[in-house]
């Protein structure tokens, strides 16, 4: 069975920095795409970011373009996701994904394995 777990979610100000982890275990994480989504308190699910397997493409939402990087240590099974110059809109679940497909997907259709989530707060 496939699992992702993340990790490192908190409470922080604004302008701090945070570091998010996702754990893939029950497969290969060889020639899989990763992603990262959001959902704020009556918002939808939006794309945050994503990465190939060879860490060559990434792709960011709008919104955190600049601030936030993506990465991923095959060895480890994990995926990372580094936030800079936090904001209180950055408020929100923040869900890891895995895609089988080649491609780097940056639709949630496209992402066939999903983690629970961590809650990342900024205060103003």
């Known amino acids: 069975q496939v699992r992702l777990v993340e990790s490192g979610g908190r409470l922080v100000q604004a302008g701090d920095s945070q570091r998010l982890s996702c754990a893939v275990s029950?497969?290969?994480?060889?020639?899989?795409?990763m992603g990262w989504f959001r959902q704020a308190p009556g918002k939808e699910r939006e794309f945050v970011a994503a990465?190939?397997?060879?860490?060559?493409?990434?792709y960011y939402g709008e919104s955190v373009k600049g601030r936030f990087t993506i990465s991923r240590d095959n060895a480890k099974n994990t995926v990372y996701l580094q936030m800079n110059s936090l904001k209180p809109e950055d408020t929100a679940v923040y869900y890891c994904?895995?895609?089988?497909?080649?491609?780097?997907?940056?639709?949630?259709?496209?992402?066939?394995?999903w983690g629970q989530g961590t809650q990342v707060t900024v205060s103003s």
């Open positions: 994904a895995l895609s089988t497909r080649t491609m780097v997907p940056t639709r949630q259709s496209l992402y066939e394995y």
């Open positions: 029950g497969r290969a994480f060889s020639n899989t795409g």
């Open positions: 990465i190939n397997w060879s860490a060559t493409i990434t």
